[in-house]
């Protein structure tokens, strides 16, 4: 079992930045791919960025690409989304989410442990 805590949600200005959290526990964080999603009111959760075991390969929304950044430290168990240049759009509850096996894309579909996620809010 892998427990996932996400943290660092909240409420900012359009244009603003914001770094989410999440701390892992359990069985050893080093060993699972990463990723973040995210689910606006009234629509389906969707990817956002994911991040393989190492570090090494990162994955990107094409609507996050340029502005959010995906990082872990394995020493801390906790992984990172540094979200930059935010936009009314990107708000939404931010989900953490694990699986064993790297992949080239991504999907809620197939993730292994999910968080309860956390608030963002972008104002205009």
């Known amino acids: 079992q892998v427990q996932l805590v996400e943290s660092g949600g909240g409420l900012v200005q359009a244009g603003d930045s914001l770094r989410l959290s999440c701390a892992a526990s359990?069985?050893?964080?080093?060993?699972?791919?990463m990723g973040w999603f995210r689910q606006a009111p009234g629509k389906e959760r969707e990817f956002v960025a994911a991040i393989s075991w190492s570090g090494g390969s990162t994955l990107y929304a094409d609507s996050v690409k340029g502005r959010f950044a995906i990082s872990r430290d394995n020493a801390k168990n906790t992984v990172y989304l540094q979200m930059n240049s935010l936009k009314p759009e990107d708000t939404a509850v931010y989900y953490c989410a694990a699986r064993s096996r790297w992949y080239a894309s991504w999907s809620p579909v197939g993730m292994e442990y999910w968080g309860k996620g956390t608030l963002v809010t972008v104002s205009s």
């Open positions: 359990g069985r050893i964080f080093s060993s699972y791919a």
